[in-house]
């Protein structure tokens, strides 16, 4: 247990010192001053070696993802990520490994200006559970609950790209070997979508961060929201990557089930559409708008304008009719 | 992963429903609605299966047992505990296992107002971290630092049955049957000494809690605040259980190296002792002096007034010369 102290100091060298921290790492409890009349988003999320991501990821883009994963989460709330806590199960301590998989942590970190204020470290097998929490102005929030027939479904970036490189890890599909560099990029180092969520935050009526794939995750929306939705396939984002690697049919069916995006999906009324788009403009991130809201609580697709059936192992937890 | 969602509902039973939680389970984050002018506090534990309790330990004894080393964090630091969240790692899932463990969590989270507002459930080798979230006035929290020469060392309750407990069930020692159920209870279910840590907060000059032994952990405090101390180890409070069955050497032993004791270890100024103790006379948990702080920067004992030496695995952090 004594050497499992020194990692403490590991991750004590933070760069990133925030005013609000009033009692950083090192104590029983890190002490926080929020600022008044702000809510505190608080989400959790673990992710266990060789279930989460393959054994061989490398130790940089684990930290990364791990802290990835639920900046995502805040995003999708809209609220502006500050602090969060590390607790990690290591087999064995690996010095070179620890200061690989810190690295990681602290760039995505130091990005967002989001402190590490405690943690805990224990032996066994590997996993990384982060509890991470931002702040929005009280009342301030996007949630699932909140979309109304009629509105707007966007989304940010590219889908599928994730689930692809899975696919080429487990040797299901192969790849240009130009391409493998920039689609395992896409797996290991996902760009939580923390400034769309900020920017959307007034504007959009409910919004979720994909990690489960889009079906089951626009699912979870209509769910909370009581309302279905049609997905207009033609529109989906898909990567140069994929329109040059994969068959349209497969591209589709990644972009619909395909799990680890974490981009933004998030709707909006037509009334905010125009205001919408308008403050997306000083963003660079890519948003397309890729179907509509609708009274029927199931979830539909079109293609070249026509229905088309999908079934797709993504959708699991909203019922279609 | 489909059945890992249904854990969900489990965790969404809990009874404790608090004013300042807008948003609680079932979203991407929670959303809390702090109280102005408090500071928010914040610790996480993990425990992993036969590291941190042995793998026979029931449900329940690991659900409360999660609960309150979080708890007893946050009673160092005078907070009162406020928010969870659970991130919980599964082998299998086995219903009867989870009632139990829920059963475990919620009956101390209802004890201290306490709710669960998210977490995450994922599939490995057992292990459960717990992020604790708890409050205080502005500016008024304990930390390790801030013992001064003069001020005297307190204990609540009393120290090394839970480290007996653990020889016992290891096989090291033998106790009488009729004290085997009692002393196993003080291993799987550590009271967190919360209303002390909020007691005394306006009292103490620093705290900690007793999880890694006394010497240990009085160490810590020695090292935050540059401070040393004397242990006068005729004053440990010794539980009647460890007095009629174990030598008193090797009780004291226990009182100063064994772990998982889960109780406040605290100083106080001459000036703020009465003020102190009056402030806790309304309590029934047992308090006990057991030294002072002294300008040494090395932690001594004494026994019947006499310098006595001692050697202990539990001294790890502190250098003593």
């Known amino acids: 247990m004594k050497e499992f102290e020194l990692i403490k100091h590991f991750f004590s060298q933070q760069k990133v010192k925030r005013k609000d921290v009033v009692l950083g790492i090192g104590d029983d409890c890190a002490v926080i001053a929020p600022v008044n009349n702000h809510h505190i988003v608080v989400t959790?999320?673990?992710?266990?070696?060789?279930v989460h991501f393959p054994l061989n990821t490398s130790p940089k883009a684990i930290g990364h993802k791990s802290v990835a994963v639920n900046l995502s989460d805040l995003a999708a709330m809209g609220a502006n990520p500050s602090w969060i806590s590390l607790a990690i199960t290591l087999p064995v301590i690996d010095e070179s490994w620890l200061t690989e998989f810190c690295q990681g942590v602290f760039e995505l970190c130091e990005f967002y200006n989001v402190q590490l204020i405690g943690g805990d470290t224990t032996q066994g097998p590997l996993s990384i559970t982060i509890t991470a929490q931002g702040l929005t102005p009280a009342g301030s929030y996007l949630s699932r609950a909140g979309a109304k027939p009629g509105d707007w479904l966007y989304v940010t970036g590219e889908l599928g790209d994730a689930a692809l490189a899975l696919q080429h890890i487990n040797g299901e599909v192969e790849l240009n070997s130009n391409f493998v560099?920039?689609?395992?990029?896409?797996?290991?180092?996902?760009?939580?979508?923390?400034?769309?969520?900020?920017?959307?935050?007034?504007?959009?009526?409910?919004?979720?961060?994909?990690?489960?794939?889009?079906?089951?995750?626009?699912?979870?929306?209509?769910?909370?929201?009581?309302?279905?939705?049609?997905?207009?396939?033609?529109?989906?984002?898909l990567s140069k990557i994929m329109r040059d690697n994969i068959l349209t049919d497969d591209a589709?069916?990644?972009?619909?089930?395909?799990?680890?995006?974490?981009?933004?999906l998030f709707t909006v009324s037509e009334d905010n559409k125009v205001g919408l788009e308008t403050a997306l403009l000083h963003l660079t991130t890519q948003v397309t708008c890729i179907g509509q809201i609708n009274a029927s609580k199931t979830i539909s697709t079109t293609l070249n304008n026509k229905p088309i059936s999908i079934n797709t192992a993504g959708f699991e937890h909203f019922t279609r009719k």
Do not use: F, M, W
Request: net charge negative.
């Open 44 to 50: 959790t999320d673990t992710l266990v070696a060789g």
């Open 181 to 237: 560099e920039a689609i395992k990029e896409r797996l290991d180092y996902p760009a939580p979508r923390v400034l769309v969520g900020q920017t959307i935050r007034d504007y959009a009526s409910s919004a979720i961060d994909l990690s489960d794939g889009l079906i089951s995750d626009l699912g979870h929306i209509c769910q909370a929201s009581n309302v279905g939705a049609n997905i207009v396939l033609d529109a989906l984002p």
């Open 252 to 264: 589709i069916n990644l972009a619909l089930s395909g799990g680890d995006d974490y981009e933004l």
